[in-house]
């Protein structure tokens, strides 16, 4: 069987956690990829869960040793990768595995897995309706709404290097377009 992923990508606040969270209820053949860390944890996330949370001096350690298959410094001073290991050990499951990942991560993931990888970028319909979902999640404070808002109109030309673009401006027509897009991609 093909070793297959699934990349989706966008700026901040479009919506790629809510439309990777209804795939994984959906198809019980995808897998999420937890990512490492080095950022804190926020609220109620847990190690091994949302992410793997290490240490600076830690994800430094495991870059240096090559246990990343890409890794950027999303935000300064915060780290996050895609781990080897993790990779391997969904495919050893014979699961397809689905990432959430920064634009630059997901064009890297596309150029490395090619034919065998879905790229996705999600589109939200404008800049201040990002920033209407940031300020809606309540996650963020002003000041890094504004850092990622910011960060977003950059992220936004990336969108041709993916092979398809979903916009989400109806979730519900959104989430429908998505689930085609894995079911003809996981048959194929
Ligand atoms: P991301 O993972 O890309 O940062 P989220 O999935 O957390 O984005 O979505 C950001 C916020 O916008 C969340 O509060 C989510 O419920 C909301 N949201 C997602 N899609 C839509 C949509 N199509 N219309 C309105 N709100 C949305
Ligand atoms: P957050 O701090 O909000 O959880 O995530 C910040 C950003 O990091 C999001 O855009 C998310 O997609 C991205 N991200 C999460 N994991 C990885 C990863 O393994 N590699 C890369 N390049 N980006 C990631």
Redesign the pocket.
Known sequence: MDKKVIIFS????????????HLLSKFSCLEFSVSATSRAPRGQEEHGKEYYFFSTAEFEEKIRNGEFVEYEEVYKGSYYGTLVSEVERIWAKGNIIIF?IDVKGGVNLKKLYGENALAVF?Q??SVE?LR???V????DTPEAIERRVAKAEEELTYSDKFDVVLI????EE?LQRAEKMVSEFASR
């Open positions: 966008a700026p901040s606040g479009a919506g790629k956690s809510t439309i990777v969270k959430d999600i939200p319909p309706e209407n979902r940031l809606g999640r309540g996650t989400n401006d109806n979730l959104a």
